[in-house]
């Protein structure tokens, strides 16, 4: 892993468990992964601290909008693409976007090819503007993954 430690992870896990929510949410991956023809239904920027978990920065839908969360990640359940991020410039974007809400009809949008909210994210949307992306809402976790890897060839 890089020097900076600052990553997109992708996620191509399955939640686990019974649950009316943990369905849902198989559910909302399965979509996903299949109207974006690929592998991953969620990404995240994510900075590895010293004590091995993460600094977590995405819009999630389990989470209602943008959010920064300290996590573990399961690594048999996340693929991780460096990149080329300054933390300081990330936690600026992030602090002008924290707790905006989840942006449904863009994620949705992104299949369907129609414009997002401006004030409403979803995962791959914020991960390609914290990037500098232009038209961000045009990328899906799998676009970005593809995208990402490119660059990352390349640092």
Not at 90 to 97: A, E, I, K, R, S
Request: positive net charge.
């Amino acid at each position: 892993m890089q020097q900076n430690n600052i990553y997109i992870a992708f996620y191509k896990g399955q939640k686990t468990g019974k649950s009316l929510s943990a369905i849902w949410a198989r559910f909302c991956d399965w979509l996903t992964r299949k109207t974006t023809k690929g592998k991953y239904s969620h990404c995240e920027i994510v900075c590895r601290t010293k004590e091995g978990d993460y600094h977590c920065f995405s819009a999630s839908v389990r989470d209602g909008g943008v959010r920064y969360k300290r996590m573990s990640l399961d690594l048999d359940k996340w693929d991780f693409v460096p990149i080329d991020l300054d933390k300081r410039y990330l936690d600026y974007f992030y602090n002008g976007v924290k707790g905006q809400d989840y942006d449904w009809l863009g994620a949705i949008g992104v299949v369907l090819k129609w414009r997002q909210s401006a004030n409403k994210w979803f995962c791959s949307e914020f991960c390609a503007a914290a990037l500098g992306f232009n038209q961000s809402w045009r990328f899906s976790p799998n676009d970005l993954y593809i995208v990402c890897k490119r660059m990352a060839e390349d640092l």
